[in-house]
């Protein structure tokens, strides 16, 4: 059923439009977020369910009522998750992706992951509103940058945001222009309850390889960090720690306390590359920041590389090899 379809389905229902939701499959498309879907799902309360006379069956370990292509449950009833649309009540995205994450099934994996984005995206402090609900305060968000570039360090940032924090526009710091970086990194500065950086140079980033030191910045960036930790939100790592973490794929962009993390990190790591910049203008690192851009490998043929050139980097130890001939 499409969105229309569903309409048509719900007005030959017979029910009051206030004593029920709609849920799951439908709700998802009716907002937009699927197509269509072959039921309709729906939840009412536990005194309205028992006045029905429905045909009733076990699913999922609770009793469900059922008539035609409607499926009605009282476990899943709550007000305070509902969008109402053409005067009828929805349970809302935030809910629908809880429920589908819950409920886990394979063939909801993309839908879940596509659901998560969008909440966060709507809503970037959703994770940390779920761990305050559960009494934690004192939240992380850990980041890194500079795992591409030919140059400098690996540097990890942890950061932990007082519970009313609000800055307009905050999201990863790749998405943002770099006066917004700068401002965000003082405001962040000004009024995070702790802030720890991980720097991890070239040298030893040659000897463990990338991955490694990354994960070496980020557990030194935590353990720099200047304030007690509950729980930690790691940007698509996971770190073995005695505190607990969740790691969030894409997380710079759905946590605003890993977006906060990540700007530390990139506007830490841009400054020691503008610094070294004055020292070697011809690399471009002002601008380059690192990066093989053609500018930077036309001055490797040219100049030569420098002490903080990742020697295990492609470009940089093919260049090594063709000068050992």
Same mark, same amino acid.
């Given at each position: 059923?499409?969105?229309?379809?569903?309409?048509?389905?719900?007005?030959?229902?017979?029910?009051p439009?206030?004593?029920?939701?709609?849920?799951?499959?439908?709700?998802?498309?009716?907002?937009?977020?699927?197509?269509?879907?072959?039921?309709?799902?729906?939840?009412?309360?536990?005194?309205?369910?028992?006045?029905?006379?429905?045909?009733?069956?076990?699913?999922?370990?609770?009793?469900?009522?059922?008539?035609?292509?409607?499926?009605?449950?009282?476990?899943l009833?709550?007000?305070?998750?509902?969008?109402?649309?053409?005067?009828?009540?929805?349970?809302?995205?935030?809910?629908?992706?809880?429920?589908?994450?819950?409920?886990?099934?394979?063939?909801?994996?993309?839908?879940?992951?596509d659901?998560?984005?969008?909440?966060?995206?709507?809503?970037?402090?959703y994770?940390?509103?779920?761990?305050?609900?559960?009494?934690?305060?004192?939240?992380?968000?850990?980041?890194?940058?500079?795992?591409?570039?030919?140059?400098?360090?690996?540097?990890?940032?942890?950061?932990?945001?007082?519970?009313?924090?609000?800055?307009? @526009?905050?999201?990863?710091? *790749?998405? &943002?222009?770099?006066? +917004?970086?700068?401002?965000?990194? /003082? !405001?962040?500065? %000004?009024?995070?309850l702790?802030?720890?950086?991980?720097?991890?140079?070239?040298?030893?980033?040659?000897?463990?390889?990338?991955?490694?030191?990354?994960?070496?910045?980020?557990?030194?960036?935590?353990?720099?960090?200047?304030?007690?930790?509950?729980?930690?939100?790691?940007?698509?790592?996971?770190?073995?720690?005695?505190?607990?973490?969740?790691?969030?794929?894409?997380g710079?962009?759905?946590?605003?306390?890993?977006?906060?993390?990540?700007?530390?990190?990139?506007?830490?790591?841009d400054?020691?590359?503008?610094?070294?910049?004055?020292?070697?203008?011809?690399?471009?690192?002002?601008?380059?920041? @690192?990066?093989?851009?053609? *500018?930077? &490998?036309?001055?490797? +043929?040219?100049?030569?590389?420098? /002490? !903080?050139?990742? %020697?295990?980097?492609?470009?940089?130890?093919?260049?090594?090899?063709?000068?050992?001939?």
């Amino acid at each position: 059923m499409t969105k229309g379809e569903i309409f048509k389905e719900l007005e030959k229902l017979d029910l009051p439009k206030d004593k029920y939701i709609v849920i799951s499959g439908a709700s998802l498309v009716v907002q937009g977020i699927i197509d269509k879907t072959t039921d309709i799902d729906l939840a009412c309360s536990k005194s309205f369910f028992d006045k029905l006379d429905w045909p009733v069956r076990e699913e999922y370990g609770s009793k469900i009522k059922h008539k035609d292509i409607f499926d009605i449950d009282y476990d899943l009833y709550d007000e305070k998750k509902v969008i109402e649309i053409n005067g009828y009540r929805f349970m809302n995205i935030e809910a629908c992706y809880e429920l589908k994450k819950e409920m886990n099934k394979p063939k909801d994996k993309k839908l879940i992951k596509d659901l998560e984005l969008k909440v966060c995206l709507n809503d970037n402090y959703y994770f940390e509103r779920k761990l305050r609900d559960k009494g934690i305060n004192f939240i992380a968000g850990v980041d890194e940058v500079g795992r591409g570039p030919l140059v400098g360090p690996v540097v990890a940032a942890c950061v932990v945001l007082p519970e009313h924090f609000n800055l307009e @526009g905050l999201t990863d710091s *790749k998405k &943002l222009s770099e006066k +917004k970086r700068e401002y965000f990194y /003082d !405001e962040i500065m %000004r009024q995070a309850l702790g802030v720890g950086v991980g720097i991890i140079s070239e040298k030893v980033i040659d000897e463990v390889n990338i991955y490694e030191a990354t994960k070496m910045a980020m557990m030194e960036a935590i353990k720099n960090c200047t304030c007690k930790i509950e729980h930690v939100l790691i940007d698509a790592m996971k770190l073995d720690l005695d505190i607990p973490t969740t790691s969030i794929i894409k997380g710079d962009l759905k946590s605003i306390t890993i977006s906060a993390a990540s700007v530390i990190a990139k506007v830490t790591r841009d400054r020691m590359l503008e610094e070294l910049d004055k020292k070697y203008p011809m690399y471009d690192f002002k601008d380059n920041k @690192g990066y093989p851009t053609k *500018k930077h &490998l036309e001055a490797i +043929k040219k100049y030569g590389i420098i /002490d !903080e050139h990742r %020697r295990s980097y492609g470009p940089v130890s093919e260049y090594l090899e063709l000068t050992k001939q």
